[in-house]
């Protein structure tokens, strides 16, 4: 029942082109992607495996089309481009998700969040300067404790939530400032594929919060959060028997 609208700047090559149809495959409307020479598109191989004592180890090597071993990454530009997109809008969504600190990506968010949409922002390893001021636009902040394992700036911040995923040992929560909450792993002995459990997790939960009627920071309630990370908790979990991020589609 959501309508997504991916806001991409992708190259035209083989394989940009190729996310765009798979994008538009799995449902989304693609208003706001574009395929040219000025655009970039980012190839991860991911390997799985265990290190000597069992536990997962994730390799994760970055390059783009043309067998270069770099990202090539392009994005709205903030002096001029993100706000042209904003000033064409003519909707506002209820939730702006944004996972890069990129300049455009912060005035989008500060704007949408001014006009009422719910901005969740999920960091990964991250100049922490960017991340920062990514945090202040933000409503929900979501992130690995692999990734970033030092929660201590959250202590600055009681306007927002925050979730913290510890792997194997579950989850926890804070919520404007009240303290950390943490809620136990939902097990599953059919494990074939971790990769994407995290964006399961993200997608159940907001999805969860609109059931609730609490796409607001200003609607949410421990319990409420709470209940929904729960749900999300068991999607996520039933997501790693599958093969690939986007296995569970549809099952």
Known sequence: GWKTYPLTKLDNSEEG????????????DCRFVTNN???????????????ENGDKQTRVMHGSPGGSRFPRRRFLRERDQAPAFIKSLDFVPDVFFFDDPAAGHRFIAKELRAKGSLVFFE??????????????V?????????????VSFTDDFNDKLFIQTLGAKG?????????????PPVENDNVADWDGAGDWTTSAFLNALAEADALSIKRLTADVVKDALEKAQVMASKSVSFMGSKGMIGK
């Open 171 to 183: 989850l926890r929560f804070n919520l404007k400032g009240q303290g950390w909450v943490n809620l």
């Open 37 to 51: 020479e000025d655009g970039g598109t980012t190839l991860l191989t991911i390997q799985h495996g265990l290190d």
């Open 17 to 28: 082109l190729k996310m765009t149809e798979s994008l538009k495959e799995f449902g989304c």
């Open 123 to 136: 960091p990964e390893k991250t100049d922490e300067k960017a991340r920062l001021k990514s945090i202040n």
């Open 138 to 150: 933000s409503d929900v902040v979501k992130f690995s404790e692999e990734n970033i394992p030092d």
